[in-house]
């Protein structure tokens, strides 16, 4: 570190920066030696399954709100105006649909894993080409993660660049490893809160520095920041309501619908109620976390007017501007550049812990416990363990080639959760929305959508055109690949979701649909009897596949034979409801047991 440095961190800073990475640890012990002491992989990898809705939300948003957020986002605003901002209208049916559709059906099955799932729906082999797609996404994005805030703390303040990412990286493997699941949530919402408090200090520093609320909105008004809703229905166009309000929802759904981190969050909530609820307590924070670092965006401008620092910092990046105009702001009240970086690394640190800790429980229950089924229950934690620390040291491998990309870290974040999240959503979907799709389908699906995305992926950062034409180039002739690779990088979710579900369908349906009474019961939600209410019920049965399967059980109260007629795929109307005749008489049970009723 050279001098100059010294003066803006002050010991209290150092203090503070120290006490997030101490009380995060201390969580991780506390959790080590409480409890059942994480003896079983029921509490080293879904909390006992006893979390209440305020941990797990605060958690939710931790996972994928990292440094890539706090510095990327003010980065976009304070380079292209607020524009981005319009994501937020995606949040609402982003978490909506996850809420009413995705958790009831996971929760439900009482997975360890989402890719359990596949299997129920379709096949072992689609299960283990979805974990492995998945496992692929997160130790690519964890790399951006852990990279990014040691990145930018280096291009300004000078602090050894691979120190920082080691001691992020150890630090969080050493309390994910020791503390499982509960650690993982207990620190995200301490971090959670860090985060809030770091971005909230530049903004209150900062807006008094440049002289008071209205002297900031002048400045950005006047400097042309405050961005109108962009109706262009352009798909290459980077940034429009339709490419955030529209692409931002496939995104959020490939993240809060069937991402493991965040389904084995709802997984660990107590009751399917406080699943739900906390992903409804998820939107008011998310708006605030985005409004945070939207407005952070907006001061810096104000501040700096649009100037092209980037010369005087020896970099390109708008992303160390980030760092540099901070540290600007906050130097000489001490204490804050302290309370900045921990607000950082909070965001890092509770984004890599929730990696570590699901591509541990993917590896264990997807890919290791099947082949295994005799193992004991000590060896198998001893293992997920193993895995936790395993993920991250390979974290650390991620980083370095993270460093050799160089792209906006927004961007990138965004393009890996499209290309590769986009596709895993769309098998999901497959399964969960279309009753007629087999294996095979989802196999091809997924293969076509991971070429396809890949391709598309690829060709932009070649050509370097996905969605950064400007204006001006509007009226140039472009070959239509070109064209095709120039698609906005909001648009990837959407996209790739969509190849593997027509795909999917194509596939299946040139195979042999699958039959209703094939299908697993409570994997498939009947979206089509909901869009066709008013369609007679037996048209209706056919179409979404809620064909009653007739079952001889010899019933208990009356120890003769009787008809069961369970309804396979109706379980959405909870509650749910069996229906039997006996004789002539119908009668309906409650499966939960509390009503029972003759019809
Ligand atoms: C995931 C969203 C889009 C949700 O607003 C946002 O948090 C975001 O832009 N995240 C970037 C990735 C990251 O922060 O690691
Ligand atoms: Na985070």
Redesign the pocket.
């Given at each position: 570190m050279d001098p100059s440095d010294q003066k803006l961190f002050t010991v209290v800073d150092f203090v503070i920066f120290g006490v997030l990475l101490a009380a995060s640890l201390g969580i991780g012990l506390y959790h080590a030696l409480s409890g059942g002491r994480q003896r079983t992989t029921q509490e080293f990898l879904m909390a006992d399954r006893s979390m209440k809705c305020l941990p797990v939300s605060l958690s939710l948003i931790a996972s994928?709100?990292?440094?890539?957020?706090?510095i990327?986002?003010p980065a976009e605003i304070y380079t292209h105006g607020t524009q981005y901002w319009f994501?937020?209208c995606a949040?609402i049916l982003g978490l909506l649909i996850p809420a009413h559709v995705f958790i009831p059906i996971l929760y439900r099955l009482r997975l360890s894993s989402a890719y359990q799932y596949l299997e129920l729906r379709f096949s072992k082999p689609v299960r283990i080409c979805g974990t492995l797609t998945f496992i692929f996404q997160m130790v690519i994005?964890m790399g951006?993660?852990v990279y990014?805030p040691a990145f930018a703390l280096n291009a300004v303040t000078g602090f050894e660049l691979w120190g920082t990412v080691l001691a992020t990286g150890l630090v969080c493997t050493l309390y994910t490893t020791i503390g499982g699941l509960k650690a993982v949530i207990w620190t995200d919402v301490f971090q959670t809160l860090v985060m809030f408090a770091g971005q909230l200090a530049v903004i209150v520093v900062g807006v008094q520095k440049t002289g008071g609320v209205s002297e900031v909105w002048r400045k950005v008004w006047e400097g042309n920041r405050i961005s109108a809703l962009d109706l262009n229905p352009d798909p290459t166009e980077r940034h429009t309501f339709w490419t955030l309000g529209v692409g931002?929802v496939f995104?959020?759904l490939s993240?809060y619908g069937v991402n493991q981190a965040q389904v084995q969050r709802y997984l660990s909530a107590r009751t399917e109620k406080d699943a739900v609820r906390s992903c409804y307590m998820v939107f008011p924070s998310?708006q605030l976390?985005?409004a945070l670092s939207c407005v952070m965006g907006l001061v810096m401008f104000a501040c700096y007017c649009g100037e092209d620092h980037s010369s005087k910092l020896g970099t390109a990046s708008r992303d160390a501007m980030v760092i540099s105009f901070v540290m600007d702001m906050l130097q000489g009240l001490p204490g804050l550049p302290g309370l900045f970086i921990a607000c950082l690394f909070s965001?890092a640190l509770s984004?890599i812990s929730s990696a570590f800790n699901s591509l541990a429980t993917v590896t264990m229950e997807d890919l290791i416990k099947p082949h295994f089924p005799a193992m004991t229950e000590a060896r198998a934690t001893l293992l997920s363990k193993a895995l936790a620390m395993s993920y991250g040291l390979l974290c650390l491998a991620m980083a370095y080639l993270t460093h050799l990309m160089g792209d906006s870290v927004?961007q990138v974040?965004?393009k890996i959760?499209g290309m590769v999240g986009g596709p895993i959503l769309g098998l999901f979907c497959l399964g969960i929305f279309f009753p007629w799709a087999n294996s095979t389908g989802a196999l091809a699906g997924l293969g076509a959508g991971l070429a396809v995305a890949f391709w598309v992926g690829i060709g932009s950062i070649v050509t370097r055109s996905s969605g950064t034409k400007s204006r001006a180039q509007h009226g140039v002739a472009c070959f239509p690949t070109v064209r095709f690779y120039s698609l906005s990088y909001m648009w990837y979710s959407a996209f790739n979701c969509s190849t593997v579900i027509l795909i999917g369908l194509i596939i299946s349906f040139l195979t042999g649909p699958m039959k209703a009474e094939d299908v697993t019961p409570g994997t498939v939600y009947p979206l089509l009897g909901k869009l066709l209410c008013f369609l007679p019920e037996r048209h209706k049965k056919k179409l979404c596949g809620v064909t009653p399967q007739v079952q001889t059980v010899r019933s208990r109260a009356a120890p003769r034979i009787v008809k069961l007629l369970v309804f396979p795929n109706n379980f959405w109307d909870s509650p749910t409801f069996l229906f039997f005749t006996r004789g002539t008489s119908t009668e309906c049970i409650l499966v939960s047991g509390v009503v029972a009723f003759a019809l």
């Open positions: 994928f709100q990292s440094a890539v957020a706090i990327g986002v994501i937020g949040y994005y951006v993660c990014t931002g995104l959020m993240l998310l976390a985005l965001a984004t927004l974040a965004l959760f």
